[in-house]
C-alpha cells in the first residue's frame, strides 16, 4: 500500500481480489504521519515496509506497543481478534468476510464459534413468553 493509495479506505490485496477496508481515526494514528521530504514535500512512498516476514513482525509489534497492548500478538491473532471484535460490536457476518477478503461465508464461519456474547444475545431477542 502506498501513501498515495491511502484516503479513508485502504485498498488491499486478499490472494486475487481487491479489498477497500475503511479506516478511521485510531487506525489513522496508528499508521502515522505521511512522510515528508527535506522540502516539506509528501513522498510518494509505500506505508509498511513488509518486505520480509521479519519487517512484518517488525511492524505488527511496533501497532502493538503503540495501541498499548500488553499481550503477544501475531498477525494470526490479530486477524482473528480483529474479526471476532467487530462481530462482538454487531457487524454482520457478510460484512466480515468482505472485509477479510474471503470470498464466501464458509471460512468466516469459524470466527462465530468465539462469539458467544452474540449467541447469547440472539437468546435474548427472542420475544418473552407469557405463561
Given at each position: 500500500?502506498?501513501?498515495?493509495n491511502?484516503t479513508?479506505?485502504?485498498?488491499?490485496?486478499?490472494s486475487?481480489?481487491?479489498?477497500?477496508?475503511?479506516?478511521?481515526?485510531?487506525?489513522?494514528?496508528?499508521i502515522g504521519?505521511?512522510?515528508v521530504?527535506?522540502?516539506?514535500?509528501q513522498?510518494d512512498?509505500k506505508?509498511?515496509?513488509l518486505?520480509?516476514?521479519s519487517m512484518?513482525l517488525r511492524?505488527?509489534?511496533?501497532?502493538?506497543?503503540?495501541a498499548?497492548i500488553q499481550?503477544?500478538?501475531?498477525?494470526?491473532c490479530?486477524?482473528h481478534?480483529?474479526?471476532?471484535?467487530?462481530?462482538?460490536?454487531?457487524a454482520?457476518i457478510?460484512t466480515?468476510?468482505s472485509?477479510?477478503g474471503?470470498?464466501?461465508?464458509?471460512?468466516t464461519?469459524?470466527?462465530?464459534?468465539?462469539?458467544d456474547?452474540?449467541?447469547q444475545?440472539?437468546i435474548d431477542?427472542?420475544?418473552?413468553?407469557?405463561?
Open positions: 500500500m502506498q501513501w498515495q491511502l479513508e479506505k485502504a485498498q488491499g490485496q486478499s486475487k481480489n481487491w479489498v477497500n477496508t475503511p479506516l478511521n481515526d485510531g487506525l489513522l494514528q496508528l504521519k505521511h512522510k521530504n527535506e522540502e516539506g514535500v513522498i512512498s506505508i509498511f515496509n518486505s520480509s516476514q512484518c511492524s505488527l509489534k511496533y501497532w502493538v506497543k503503540r498499548k499481550k503477544h500478538i501475531t498477525w494470526h490479530a486477524r481478534s480483529f474479526a471476532v471484535n467487530i462481530l462482538n460490536n454487531g454482520n457478510k466480515v468476510a472485509l477479510l474471503h470470498s464466501g461465508l464458509q471460512h464461519e469459524k470466527y462465530t464459534r468465539a462469539v456474547e452474540l449467541k444475545k440472539a431477542s427472542l420475544p418473552k413468553l407469557k405463561i
